[in-house]
């Protein structure tokens, strides 16, 4: 019913792009702020960038601003994150997830979560 699918990661080189998708189904993400978040072993999941329900203001961890773009699309029901400049430190799992109403970009807030997408960056 309510879920988030991630798609868009793979292998890509340093220095390459990869645009990462995050779809929704069962609800309209207009009403909600979607974040995506992070995550490589041994380290807590971070939020990486965030775009609100109203205004469309975002949110850039600062290891990625000027590199990375999120994007709504709301006739498709999906957002983006196009992230360009790859670097190692890049390599993850890549989750979305929506908040309703919200705002922030702050994991505990977010309702509703993707399976995540494996993004490596490696030579």
């Known amino acids: 019913q309510l879920q988030l699918v991630e798609s868009g990661g793979g292998l890509v080189q340093p220095g390459g792009s990869l645009r990462l998708s995050c779809a929704a189904s069962g609800f309209t993400l207009d009403y909600y702020a979607i974040g995506w978040f992070r995550q490589v072993p041994g380290k807590e999941r971070e939020g990486v960038s965030c775009i ?20 709504r699309d709301n006739a498709k029901n999906t957002v983006y994150l196009q992230m360009n400049s790859l670097k190692p430190e890049d390599t993850a799992v890549y989750y979305c997830a929506a908040d309703w109403g919200g705002s922030s970009c702050h994991e505990a807030e977010y309702d509703y979560w993707g399976q995540g997408t494996q993004v490596t960056v490696s030579s």
């Open 52 to 71: 609100s329900s109203s205004d469309g203001s975002t949110y850039y961890l600062d290891s990625v601003k000027g590199r990375f773009t999120i994007s």
